[in-house]
Nanobody, 119 residues
Framework: QVQLVESGGGSVQAGGSLRLSCVASAAYAMGWFRQAPGKEREFVAAINWSNSRTYYADSVKGRSTISRDNAKITAYLQMNSLKPEDTAVYYC????????????????WGQGTQVTVSS
């Protein structure tokens, strides 16, 4: 029932910043996963429905901030101090809770947006 549309990807130099946006059709818990060539999809960050809980992968903790605007049903991922290893396709995701998203995989996925970080 949830449709997700990501935007904000692009190419930046190491140390730069990007802000990803995801417009959703319903106010579920939302998050971000990413997948680089030759690697499995990995969890990046998530935020719950009430905007009171956030969760980050260790690889991005301290450099990334997930937030949401429930009036617009939009989630954001602000990424700073980007590194070449952050290069991946980033997917907006949604599920009933962060727990279900992390443990069982998200029920809903966006199309993905490419982030490329050059050294």
């Amino acid at each position: 029932q949830v449709q997700l549309v990501e935007s904000g990807g692009g190419s930046v130099q190491a140390g730069g910043s990007l802000r990803l946006s995801c417009v959703a059709s319903a106010a579920y818990a939302m998050g971000w996963f990413r997948q680089a060539p030759g690697k499995e999809r990995e969890f990046v960050a998530a935020i719950n429905w009430s905007n009171s809980r956030t969760y980050y992968a260790d690889s991005v903790k301290g450099r990334s901030t997930i937030s949401r605007d429930n009036a617009k049903i939009t989630a954001y991922l602000q990424m700073n101090s980007l590194k070449p290893e952050d290069t991946a396709v980033y997917y907006c995701t949604a599920d009933q809770s962060i727990g279900r998203m992390r443990l069982g995989g998200p029920d809903y996925w966006g199309q993905g947006t490419q982030v490329t970080v050059s050294s």
